[in-house]
């Protein structure tokens, strides 16, 4: 594409990534930074791709068994301090609510006032307040396994934000899961990673890498953490899901006991795993292009934008006459679980309008004027070609041929995702390569720096922790799917088994 | 009914009415009260109930152009003092965060550390934290009505709290929306507040009453407060939805102001409306027996239990095959916008599995054994029957006629607490019969005391104070079809041309 064509975000990709993004999260009316730090208000038109997200997930969810629930956003400071390595991850980012009331100040303002006899965190996730009612739920083997769901808004207090990669506020949902054996609680722990897998593929389109984390990486209190990491186009890692193996580590924080069926009491074994609203932010660095953001059709916020084309006031009555008709056409349509949902923008505001559905993401634009009705045709968009790239089609065979028209629009940000993950994943075995892979004043051309290395891994912590130092990359998992081969740490150069994903990330 | 008749719920409604309610709550597995003080857990059974009523309350809020959105949890101290009426309203009962970690105090433990620079209240509600992203949004009356919903948990730090009726912390929906004029604002006013009756009596089989608040009786800050009045079991009043005109109020607070099309600058009129997971406790006083709660079809967690029953192997495999078929025929179906939720419990634990369906208020229970599966048929129990009153029905003829079964369910629980309300509603224009009417003592039978005093107000503050004082009884509502006549105070006896409605209430 020619690179001086206008394009709708300032700074690009190129220019700017993450101003670039801040641009797209703005223009494409998603969302807005809030009064409170680091808090996000999430508009109608970002909600409504979350919406779409929540109504998916927690059908594959119910589909396994899972049910929802709804636990008190606070948590006794007592609670969280119960499992020490949980309380640790934590402390250091806890909204902490300390009085219940508010009083005249001296000054005559209000001033917090009625202290609380114990603190209460504002919940950073919910397994010790969940393992509370675990408790008292479970007594016997016939009571498990136990899974839950819930969907909710967590704290964490972060000091460097960005709207849904890193907000104190965050949607989420949080499964939390009990069961009479450790293998079923492990099978648990990477259905759930499979149903993600799943779900950010095929839904969000989005490729992902399947592993475990590092022990230094895993969630405060877990065994183990699996994750799903997906490549941005700035090349550096998101992690996009995780589900824990929790062991007896909280069961016995929180004395989740149960008879077995030979009358011995014994702790559960528990999972939990959760995404986030940090998925739009996902979705928003993997598909967006320079014009904006680029919505999968599977869940996008709407799927087509029809926009009438009129001057005298007996075009305007023609023209919506046979695009309100259109719309009833389609919204009698259903992709994947729901009606197409359909936008009608009649506002007078010249080329701005369309301009303003390609920032949004819309899948599809539809222009609607008197030829196109003379030819009984429409004249159509779609988002994941030029802007410009726009033809006349028959009314009848658009209407017939619109699910295919959004599959496609699937398929191709899936496989250009695939492709940037692709051409930035490299093997590398030598050290000063791995450097100046990482190192961008190192390299020719900046651009090209930085991506996924496979490289070998002795298992040392000092080692990860030398690189993290170094060049700010840390593992971001240990693929399920890499193979068992000799090699040497890139590192220290001690004999090692098996590639890692060595990455930055956000 | 036999009054010696084993019951349930011990105690019964008349022995004990809250402690009945608290009886139901826990005995149908709907909620559990929590660690944290005033909060609660909401179990499966309960929140199913709930994501049921939200599911239906969203679309009809979307029918209307309603959009959801999300807002900050937390507000900045300085917001809410923006409007004076509205803090004062609220500052008695407000969650407030201090600290952003938590650090090793000097006895070891953690206490809270990094203190704010500005308090932040959970929020109450949520008038001045939208209104400032309003005041963002709208330039022109070309960006009006904006028309927004918020899902959200919110915060009230009562000091006497009841599981779903009054709970620090519970789960709602509050609609925000601003207008160029007063008269479409207040028109929104009425439309939610219609909105609201027609699902609460139509889903929830509850019938209210529609009317106006006193100004005492406001929502702090609003112009006017519409409200939905229900009468429960005990006679007492449950108020199950709100909506307020705001004014220009919370526009000025917020400087929400627009160009208008004589291009002259004007602040914007603004609504606010609400219901909340209070409704779950309406459900429970307005239908529940001393068997438990009884859930309206409608919104009901699950519609059907099928209990298979066997002896033998063999007989299990038959009866395990006929319950699993008739299970996917049942849930082919629709009922109101979801398929028909049926739940198979297979558990051998003798007669307390019946028990435990009932108490847990399913519309329909279902025995099949072999004889049922000789005869082609099933053992059908209603809950708004006896449970003893169980009857054969043919397999076909139960599948072909569930959805009028459950309508039928539906519409008993209606009429049966419209006849509750009827018969406990009557024009008092004494004032010693007033008095007698809301003292028990003074009563032969104290169990008839009560219930919704149809009296004349003068409309004076004082008089409304005098009866609160008094009796605990308040003004409901001015209805909107109470008719006008003539009248004398019921407290005072000065002239009034209408009657208000006074009860005890939640």
């Known amino acids: 594409m020619d690179k001086k064509a206008v394009r709708a975000i300032s700074p690009t990709r ?13 223009l494409s009316d998603m969302a807005d930074r809030s009064p409170v730090r680091g808090c996000m208000v999430i508009k109608p038109w970002g909600y409504a791709l979350w919406e779409n997200m929540v109504h998916i997930l927690d059908a594959m969810f119910k589909s396994t068994g899972v049910k929802n629930a709804y636990f008190p956003l606070f948590i006794p400071l007592s609670f969280l301090e119960k499992e020490s390595e949980h309380v640790e991850g934590f402390a250091k980012e806890c909204a902490v609510v300390t009085h219940h009331r508010l009083e005249k100040g001296e000054s005559g303002g209000l001033v917090p006032a009625g202290v609380l006899s114990e603190p209460l965190v504002v919940r950073p996730t919910s397994e010790t307040i969940i393992g509370d009612s675990f408790s008292k739920w479970i007594t016997s083997y016939r009571d498990l396994p136990i899974l839950i769901n819930q969907w909710a808004n967590v704290v964490r207090w972060e000091m460097r934000t960005r709207v849904f990669l890193r907000t104190s506020e ?20 990477y259905m759930m990673l499979d149903l993600y897998e799943k779900f950010v ?146 506002r007078e505001i010249g080329g701005t309008r369309g301009w303003d559905w390609i920032k949004k993401g819309i899948p599809i634009r539809v222009e609607i004027g008197m030829r196109d009705i003379k030819d009984n045709s429409v004249f159509v968009g779609r988002r994941d070609k030029d ?30 995702a695939l492709s940037v993950r692709t051409k930035n994943t490299i093997l590398i075995d030598d050290n000063k390569m791995f450097y100046d892979f990482f190192t961008p004043a190192n390299i020719e051309n900046p651009i090209i720096h930085g991506g996924f290395a496979m490289s070998h891994w002795c298992g040392n912590i000092e080692c ?43």
Not at 170 to 189: M, N, P, V
Not at 289 to 294: A, K, P, T
Not at 394 to 411: A, C, D, H, P
């Open 387 to 416: 802007h410009k790239d726009k033809k006349s089609i028959r009314k009848e065979e658009f209407v017939s041929e619109i699910t295919n028209i959004l599959n496609e629009i699937q398929n191709t940000l899936f496989n250009n």
């Open 201 to 346: 593929q095929d839904y969000l389109a989005i490729p992902v890498i399947k592993g475990s984390k590092t022990p230094s990486e895993r969630f405060p209190g877990a065994i183990d953490t699996l994750c799903i990491e997906a490549m941005m186009q700035d090349r550096k890692a998101l992690q996009v899901g995780t589900s824990h193996f929790l062991g007896q580590n909280f069961a016995k924080a929180s004395q989740i006991k149960f008879q077995s069926e030979d009358a011995i009491e014994e702790y559960a074994w528990t999972t939990s795993w959760g995404v986030s609203t940090r998925l739009i932010g996902g979705i928003i660095m993997a598909h967006g292009d320079d014009d904006g953001i680029i919505l999968p059709p599977k869940v996008a916020s709407s799927h087509i934008v029809l926009m009438p084309i009129f001057k005298k006031a007996d075009e305007k009555t023609k023209v919506m006459e046979y695009t309100e008709n259109l719309c009833k056409e389609l919204m009698d349509k259903n992709y994947f679980g729901r009606s197409l949902a359909v936008e009608i923008d009649s």
């Open 14 to 26: 190129e220019e700017d990534y993450p101003e670039w993004y801040q641009q797209v999260v703005k």
């Open 170 to 189: 965050f949607l989420w949902q949080e499964g939390h899961t009990a069961h009479a054996s450790k293998k079923e609680a492990i099978d648990r722990t």
């Open 464 to 506: 990860e922790s030398k690189i993290k130092d170094d060049l700010s990359v840390t593992i971001r998992c240990i693929p399920f799917d890499s193979i068992k081969e000799k090699g040497n740490c890139i590192c220290c150069g001690s004999s090692s088994d098996r590639r890692v994903v060595f990455s930055k990330a956000y």
